[in-house]
């Protein structure tokens, strides 16, 4: 039988060595945490290794995720006056990206004929997973398909983000920072790292605003937009 360790010794390995191709391939689709996802996934079912038993290796992952987050304050304090001088540009930027996520994944669930609680469980997959999952189960939703749908918004929008950014000739670090992280979460921010400080900085700041704003605005929103649902 595998031991724990050697998965989650695996599991760091396979994320280091994909970080590396990374760095010699300028290539969207080389990003480690989609292909770390996608041989492990597969090795795991080929290995019979229930999901449980990879997790007692994965919690000491799990508990790095705390420091982790508070460690994004650091390259935000280094921006202060930045932040400081664009406050109302940056909020309303956070308010308006919320709402038209929310608003924008209902019109989508609702014409592919998804049933309410389906459609209640995509709605918050913009904000990191204990937020979105903690919405999803307040709200009616699935709380286990919405942190499958936030892991795979996250991936997207890692890897499309930054393409789709360059395509619309999108060059401020600031404006990237901003749409990676009301997009695509902790693993957007997790990619404007490579960008430098400043769009690090920015991605996380709207990380944290738009995971407080659709928690406050979620809750009662939701329920509204989706009164008339089946």
Avoid at 1 to 22: D, H, K, N, S, V
Wanted: hydrophobic residues 60%; contains cysteine; aromatic residues 6%.
């Amino acid at each position: 039988m595998i031991e724990p360790a050697l998965l989650l010794m695996l599991t760091l390995g396979l994320y280091w060595a994909f970080r590396l191709l990374q760095a010699r391939v300028q290539s969207p689709l080389v990003n480690p945490v989609l292909l770390a996802v996608a041989l492990l996934v597969p090795l795991l079912l080929w290995l019979d290794i229930p999901y449980e038993r990879y997790m007692v290796g994965g919690q000491v992952l799990n508990a790095l995720l705390e420091p982790a987050v508070v460690a994004l304050a650091y390259p935000m304090y280094q921006q202060l006056d930045l932040i400081r001088a664009q406050w109302r540009a940056l909020l309303t930027t956070c308010v308006l990206g919320v709402l038209l996520a929310l608003t924008l994944t209902l019109a989508l669930a609702w014409a592919l004929g998804a049933d309410k609680a389906v459609a209640l469980s995509m709605a918050p997959k913009a904000v990191t997973t204990p937020i979105a999952m903690g919405i999803s189960q307040q709200v009616g939703g699935i709380a286990s398909l919405t942190a499958v749908l936030v892991i795979i918004a996250g991936i997207a929008g890692a890897v499309l983000g930054p393409w789709l950014l360059d395509k619309a000739k999108v060059n401020s670090p600031q404006a990237r920072g901003l749409a990676m992280g009301c997009a695509a979460h902790a693993i957007g921010t997790a990619r404007m790292v490579d960008e430098g400080p400043e769009a690090a900085a920015f991605s996380g700041l709207a990380l944290s605003l738009c995971g407080l704003i659709t928690a406050l605005v979620a809750p009662w929103l939701l329920p509204l937009l989706t009164e008339w649902m089946p």
